[in-house]
């Protein structure tokens, strides 16, 4: 992966699926291997959080500077695999006065499974400064293989897990997932032509304010179980705060690298039919002066 790839997954965050992670050892930032919880992939509890038309929307800043915004949409549903998807998809765009130092024009889409959330298919355009990219993956779990196109032109296929997650989709799947404090994650993911463990690590319990209102949330930590993706920022850590309710919202993002620090908060909400937004409590509290300090998570 280019550096100019990392940098933009910084500057951008767009969720906790994606890959923007430290590398880790053995001993996981403090959770020993006996404490990890696989996800046993299958159809999660129910009522899922998310639900067609869920749409939220990040101010993204580097320090003290408006870098740009990001968006999460449930966009639709279609067919895939024999199977009824959900149609979920990232973009990310610098803002004008950024792009002089780094345009970012992406999207992410994904098809995710309505019953069992794990990936069917995976299409991914960057546009980051002078580099551009364009992947297509598409996953048979029947036989456990994926096939892949770089630029257009398609790749070796190649064996997978069965229902596994992408890098997007893994961020949805966590969603539905049931943790508390202490508690770590492991998902299995694949990123177009590679497959490791997603661990996802509940720190702590946190009360956090953002441009759309206040809320009680989890703060957890992705990281990767395999190193060698990110070796010159290694050492970068990235945190993510997930409301502690069935609406399992990211609202808050923060990461530290030697370049500088990024934050990434909740716009605006707009819940998928038939699920919960924002209550009038929580927007009344929401953040209007400075970014108040994130405790000991802060970049």
Not at 172 to 189: H, M, N, Q, S
Not at 210 to 226: Q, R
Not at 231 to 248: C, H, I, L, P
Not at 265 to 274: K, Q, S, T
């Amino acid at each position: 992966m280019k550096v100019s790839q990392f940098q933009l997954m910084l500057v951008l965050l767009l969720c906790v699926s994606k890959v923007q992670f430290a590398e880790v050892s053995d001993e996981l930032h403090g959770a020993p291997a006996s404490s990890i919880r696989i996800d046993s992939v299958g159809q999660p509890p129910l009522p899922l959080p998310f639900a067609l038309g869920e749409e939220m929307i990040y101010h993204v800043s580097f320090g003290a500077v408006p870098a740009g915004k990001a968006q999460l949409r449930v966009i639709d549903t279609a067919m895939v695999n024999d199977q009824w998807s959900w149609v979920v998809q990232s973009s990310a765009r610098s803002a004008k006065a950024f792009d002089w130092v780094f345009k970012v024009r992406d999207t992410i889409t994904t098809w995710v499974d309505m019953d069992s959330v794990y990936s069917h298919r995976f299409h991914k355009k960057l546009m980051e400064g002078f580099y551009q990219d364009e992947k297509l993956v598409k996953f048979s779990p029947k036989d456990s293989s994926v096939r892949w196109w770089d630029e257009g032109k398609e790749k070796d296929m190649l064996k997978v897990d069965p229902y596994v997650q992408d890098v997007l989709s893994a961020g949805y799947r966590t969603r539905c997932l049931e943790f508390d404090v202490g508690d770590t994650v492991a998902i299995k993911t694949h990123d177009v032509n590679k497959t490791y463990d997603l661990l996802v690590i509940v720190h702590s319990r946190d009360t956090v304010q953002t441009l759309a209102g206040e809320f009680d949330c989890f703060v957890c930590e992705p990281v990767l179980k395999s190193g060698g993706l990110f070796k010159k920022e290694g050492k970068a850590r990235v945190y993510v705060w997930v409301t502690a309710d069935e609406r399992r919202i990211p609202v808050v993002m923060s990461s530290k690298v030697s370049f500088g620090s990024f934050t990434v908060e909740l716009e605006e909400f707009r819940p998928g039919i038939g699920k919960l937004g924002v209550s009038e409590f929580e927007a009344s509290r929401a953040r209007k002066g400075g970014r108040p300090d994130l405790g000991i998570y802060a970049p």
